[in-house]
């Protein structure tokens, strides 16, 4: 199984990346091949100006091509997800996450941006046609300290079991998927004998 991780955050030091650390840690204990995408590994000009000739664009939308998830991770902004992710999405050819499973991950400064995720990146995931977006996990700011670990930082008790929760339910929704492709090959093989 293949997931990509996508953090929305223009940031190099970002809460929202620390939860993305920390999830796609989870993800490959339990044998998921993840890849990392962030914002910073674009050059700004190549989403500005929706350069899709750019070597990172052209790997970002094969790499979502392959995966069978993704995993959404952004600060909230304005009541909204972060712009730059919103461009980043916006290079993604229509039906890009057609039979994907997505986990959306955000951060923000208080509960009162919770409705974030349902108000503004679902949307955008369902023009994508997305089909399967999980609840996500918000996390407030103060659950998440930084660190000098290679997770970037420490969730606090309360974060980490529903981050656990969420990607349980992730990880059993890629299973499906993936199961169910194989079914369909299997299919695929017997009306070609």
Known sequence: ML??????????????GVVLKHAAQWLADHGVNVKAVRIQDFNAEDLLYARFDSPEVIAFIDAVAKADGLLIGTPVYKASF???LKTLLDLLPER???????????TGGSIAHMLAVDYALKPVLSALK????????????????????DLGGELD??????????????????QHRTNARHKEAGGHLKLAL
């Open 3 to 16: 997931v990509v991780s996508i953090s929305g955050s223009p940031s190099t030091r970002s809460r929202s």
């Open 82 to 84: 972060s712009g730059a």
């Open 96 to 106: 890009s996450l057609h039979g994907k499973v997505v986990l959306p991950l955000a």
């Open 130 to 149: 997305c089909q399967e977006v999980l609840h996500g996990v918000f996390a407030i700011d103060s659950q998440i300290s930084y660190g000098d670990n």
């Open 157 to 174: 008790e309360l974060l980490t079991q529903r981050l656990q929760d969420g990607l349980e339910h992730f990880h059993l929704g890629l």
